[in-house]
């Protein structure tokens, strides 16, 4: 664990040509779009090293890396791009029986011919779900903020919401809410014992399916149909119980933890409700104690039989305030938590992926020696400047939707939130917007990092705008909303 670090090796200080590093990041984001059929469609996920001219292999436009980019093209009111984008994506998703329905990973136009990958063509053949999950979130928030009402309403649109969610809607074996996933499913694309029910992708099920009821009434209202009016009534429940299973099984706090210690184990039948998954209290780890210390709140990782994981994950922690899953409460209790443990989190380097990193046994067994995810490196714990503007909006909206809740509280947020952004502006061109720091502080650049990273420089944009132009736009991602 690190130690308290001193306030003069914090790079926090303002810094007086932040109009400078705006504009060049300006540039740099300008340089990532590309284009399908003549017309720009998104960014690629990295820029070609200036100075080394080597290619980077991050030339495809991945769906969870366009996720910012098309926000920002939104905030910018460059409509056309993000229907292009949606469009593509659109085309692309999977006819073929076994995966119908599923939307790329990423693609690319190689000589003038669509190419995607599904995961058929990653290593380790990973199946990213993350992406699927996403495309009716960013549709319907383009839909509200461009008021292409006919584009969210037609038929291209609907069919492909309804093959999605027939990836979801359906009887399992396990009869929960929750969808089940392999290891790799999200933007944790390399062994890291996330299989299961990992919170990044539970989080983003219930942003796409609040996203799908929306698009699905906007259709309703123009055109009533009994067979949608099921589909809708179908899915507004299962958001429904996914919420309460969360909010149930992976929200602890300091109280929910001793009540976990002191259950009854080994029960079955009509008593298992007390301790449904059977958790043992040995393997509740004894970081908790402090990491929640008396007011903190946060949803773990991961439910599992016998084995809930524990670690925090920032990305699925984020989206849970945004998406309106925590209630407001959580919401502050989980801004505690981060105040109390930024020595962790933001350090040098905002933010961390996770926390704590998986250490060195069990990043050999758990991860299968994956070089990458060495401890405190890449997904294992490393700095990710481009997670920062997600929980930045958390707290800009959470502003905004209760000023005068814990006002103490949410000043102090803001100061950390103005800091970290200075920590970033100082050092990102420095750094060439690499795309991850390795390390407890975050302070070296991660050893096989990429440069000129799309969602590094996009990131630092949108937190620009969220702080220093228009801190209303934090509402950018709430989807409590509908209405379009
Ligand atoms: C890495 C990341 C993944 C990202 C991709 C492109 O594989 O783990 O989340 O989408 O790079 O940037």
Request: hydrophobic share 40%; proline share 6%.
């Amino acid at each position: 664990m690190p130690q308290q670090f001193s306030q003069e090796l914090r790079r926090v200080r303002p810094n007086s040509r932040e109009d400078a590093v705006v504009a060049v990041a300006r540039e740099h984001f300008e340089r990532t779009l590309v284009t399908v059929g003549g017309s720009p469609v998104g960014s690629v996920a990295a820029l070609v090293h200036p100075r080394l001219g080597e290619s980077a292999n991050y030339g495809e436009v991945f769906l969870r890396d366009n996720v910012p980019v098309m926000l920002y093209l939104l905030l910018q009111g460059r409509f056309p791009i993000v229907r292009h984008f949606l469009e593509v994506c659109l085309e692309l998703q999977s006819n073929t029986y076994q995966t119908r329905g599923v939307f790329p990973t990423s693609f690319v136009e190689e000589g003038g011919i669509l190419v995607a990958d599904y995961g058929q063509r990653s290593i380790g053949r990973i199946t990213s779900v993350d992406a699927s999950l996403w495309w009716p979130v960013l549709c319907w928030l383009y839909v509200k903020r461009s008021r292409d009402h006919s584009f969210g309403t037609s038929q291209v649109v609907q069919r492909g919401l309804q093959l999605l969610l027939d990836l979801v809607l359906h009887p399992s074996f396990e009869g929960t809410p929750v969808l089940f996933v392999p290891d790799c499913a999200f933007m944790i694309d390399r062994p890291m014992d996330v299989w299961g029910a990992p919170l990044e992708i539970e989080v983003l099920l219930f942003g796409c399916l609040r996203s799908c009821c929306h698009l699905m009434e906007l259709a309703q209202r123009e055109n009533e149909s009994r067979l949608l009016e099921q589909r809708l009534s179908l899915t507004r429940q299962w958001q429904h119980d996914l919420r309460s299973y969360l909010l149930k099984h992976y929200w602890v706090t300091s109280k929910t933890v001793q009540v976990l210690r002191r259950r009854p184990t080994e029960q079955y039948g009509d008593h298992q409700h007390q301790n449904e998954f059977n958790v043992q209290p040995q393997v509740i780890p004894p970081w908790l104690q402090d990491w929640l210390e008396n007011r903190g709140g946060y949803l773990i990782g991961n439910m599992r039989t016998g084995r809930p994981d524990f670690r925090f994950f920032s990305l699925g922690n984020s989206l849970a305030c945004l998406f309106g899953l925590l209630t407001a409460p959580q919401q502050r209790a989980l801004f505690r938590l981060v105040l109390h443990n930024r020595e962790h989190l933001m350090a040098q380097m905002p933010m961390r992926i996770c926390h704590p990193p998986l250490d060195q046994e069990e990043w050999r067994s758990r991860t299968g020696s994956d070089p990458k995810n060495w401890p405190g490196s890449y997904h294992n714990g490393g700095h990710w400047p481009s997670l920062l503007w997600f929980l930045g909006a958390a707290i800009l909206l959470h502003q905004q939707r209760h000023p005068n809740a814990d006002v103490l509280l949410m000043g102090q947020m803001h100061s950390l939130l103005e800091e970290c952004y200075w920590s970033q502006l100082n050092q990102l061109p420095r750094q060439q917007w690499a795309e991850y720091f390795d390390g407890p502080t975050g302070a070296w650049v991660g050893q096989q990092s990429r440069t000129y990273q799309t969602w590094t420089v996009v990131g630092f944009l949108l937190l620009h705008h969220l702080l220093r132009l228009n801190p209303g736009d934090a509402s950018l991602l709430d989807l409590e909303h509908g209405g379009g």
